[in-house]
């Protein structure tokens, strides 16, 4: 059993589709900043079963800052300043690889970033020394196995693995931009799993994906990817996103916080 006082609150970015968390009992709200700017919406803090949590908004409530724009260090470096030291990024996706169809849900173990022009990094300014970060595993393992369990104990159709492609966006890619993308090795493509995963490493937060794939990717498809069909597979895949959420929190809450977090 942790001790309060060494309870963290888990930190959840939502993503297209959850720009709110039903299910969260809400204690709060905080308008904050950072020295990097303001972060995409106010914190909501709350309780999601009886564990401390902080939601973020990735594109702010109403859904209005597109991935490119989104302030990914001012939202990372606010929740780390709330306390926070586990973050799950919840983020909709495009289903590349033949078993990742709309309405399943992934937990990726692996990243490949396109993306290009973003601020990507803590570690840049008026600097003592230059820092390099591993990121050979982008996401945090003992995360990954929490929620991967929870999606087995709920029943939720999931892959414990599977390369994130990270693309700049905002339009969604051509054919054989997937075509090359699959080559590369990647299983999903989506627009805001970089640079949040690695400012998440920077600053020592333990930082997982939780996809929900909301249409098959460019090409993968005998038709066009409509909004239509985009807001149908979040309509019938978000509930098993939140059933997991729900019921791994508990156990993301006692994770110990990573040695270089302070
Ligand atoms: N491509 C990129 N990002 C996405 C997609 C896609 O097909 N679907 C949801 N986010």
């Not at 289903?95 to 692996?110: E, L, T």
């Not at 249409?215 to 019938?236: L, P, V």
Request: proline share 7%; hydrophobic share 40%; net charge negative.
């Amino acid at each position: 059993m942790t001790s309060p006082e060494k309870m963290h609150p888990v930190g959840i970015i939502g993503g297209t589709g959850l720009t709110t968390l039903s299910g969260l009992e809400i204690t709060g709200e905080k308008q904050v900043g950072t020295p990097w700017g303001n972060p995409s919406a106010p914190l909501i803090e709350g309780l999601l079963g009886d564990q401390p949590v902080t939601f973020l908004s990735r594109h702010g409530n109403p859904h209005r800052i597109p991935p490119h724009q989104v302030n990914y260090r001012a939202n990372l470096k606010a929740l780390y300043d709330a306390g926070v030291r586990t973050v799950v990024g919840v983020n909709a996706v495009g289903g590349i690889h033949p078993d990742m169809g709309p309405a399943h849900v992934v937990v990726p173990d692996q990243i490949i970033d396109y993306t290009w022009g973003r601020a990507s990094t803590f570690f840049e300014g008026d600097l003592d020394s230059v820092t390099h970060i591993d990121f050979t595993w982008p996401y945090d393992e003992s995360a990954r196995q929490i929620l991967i369990d929870a999606a087995g104990a709920e029943g939720v159709p999931f892959s414990g693995f599977g390369v994130y492609g990270a693309t700049q966006g905002p339009r969604l890619e051509t054919a054989a931009e997937i075509i090359r993308m699959e080559r590369d090795g990647c299983d999903l493509v989506g627009m805001t799993g970089m640079p949040e995963a690695a400012l998440a490493a920077e600053l020592g937060i333990r930082y997982v994906c939780l996809g929900l794939v909301v249409n098959w990717a460019a090409g993968k498809s005998d038709h066009i990817i409509t909004m239509e069909e985009i807001e149908a597979a979040i309509e019938q895949g978000m509930s098993g996103v939140k059933r997991i959420l729900e019921v791994s929190m508990a156990g993301l809450g006692v994770l110990t916080p990573l040695p270089q977090s302070s």
